[in-house]
């Protein structure tokens, strides 16, 4: 199945808060994944559906409340954490706080509110992996992280999965994402930017103008290669040491 769209799990044990949260969610164009109403439940889903990012309500049913819980998810994978109190007191925020959330809402909040949360999750998050943060204090286009890159289209942050991306295409200070299913995303970053920050191994300049997935690739011409959907792609006489070796280490 192919994602896009930033998927995001809920832990909320009030009915009417976890069906607002969806209603909200959907009107900013991201995916809920799931809504947990108690820690134990948000763990399993956790695991089933690797969120991107978890809003999290501290106060919570059972034994477990929401601080305890984002210890237990962050000790399984690194993930941006939003929490959310309709009681906030200084002895929470400080347990909260220990934890390294990445935003702080207070019920009630609006689709605005949340929206601004989410991008100020996500760009923090990514600012704690090392990206250099964005003048203009948003997630920078072109961002990896998560498992994929993060674009710009429409208003709306996309998320691009890696495994989807068959090629990179430059054009000019922008790049071309082409996925395996025929689709075209766009980031606003120059093609060197954006493959100095692909993980090591999993990507290979092929020309000046193009990055291709290693594991696309299934036949190597002496100009040429062909990758996954026999798309073809130029192949620089500079470059093909750099791909033979990548198609060496796939075995």
């Known amino acids: 199945m192919l994602h896009t769209t930033i998927r995001i ?13 969806g209603i909200l969610l959907r009107s900013l164009g991201y995916e809920l994944v799931g809504v947990a109403p108690t820690a134990e439940e948000a763990l399993v889903r956790f695991e089933e559906e690797q969120p991107d990012l978890v809003l999290l309500d501290i ?16 000790q399984r994978r690194p993930v941006p954490l939003i929490f959310v109190t309709a009681y906030p007191d200084n002895d929470t925020f400080a347990r909260a ?5 990445f935003a702080f809402l207070g019920k009630p909040y609006n689709g605005l509110l949340l929206g601004h949360s989410i991008e100020l999750a996500l760009q923090h ?4 992996l090392g990206l250099p943060p964005d003048p203009g204090a948003q997630l920078p286009d072109g961002a990896v992280l998560l498992g994929g890159v993060f674009v710009r ?4 942050l996309l998320k691009i999965r890696l495994a989807e991306v068959l090629l990179i295409e430059a054009d000019n200070a922008h790049c071309h994402l082409h996925t395996a299913a025929g689709r075209r995303h766009t980031a606003r970053v120059a093609l060197k930017d954006l493959e100095e920050r692909l993980p090591a191994g999993a990507f290979v300049r092929a020309h000046r103008s193009f990055v291709v997935a290693a594991g696309a690739i299934v ?3 002496y100009e040429t290669l062909t990758l996954t959907g026999d798309r073809a792609v130029p192949l620089g006489r500079t470059y093909r040491p750099a791909v033979l070796a990548a198609l060496a280490r796939l075995g």
Request: hydrophobic share 50%; aromatic share 2%.
């Open 59 to 74: 106060n919570l049913a059972g034994d477990r409340d929401g601080v305890e819980l984002a210890h237990a998810l962050i």
């Open 97 to 101: 706080r220990k934890v390294g959330p």
């Open 153 to 156: 289209e429409g208003g709306r």
């Open 9 to 21: 799990l809920a832990v909320e044990d009030d009915p009417v808060q976890a069906l607002s949260v």
């Open 125 to 128: 998050f990514a600012t704690a």
């Open 219 to 221: 036949a190597v011409a």
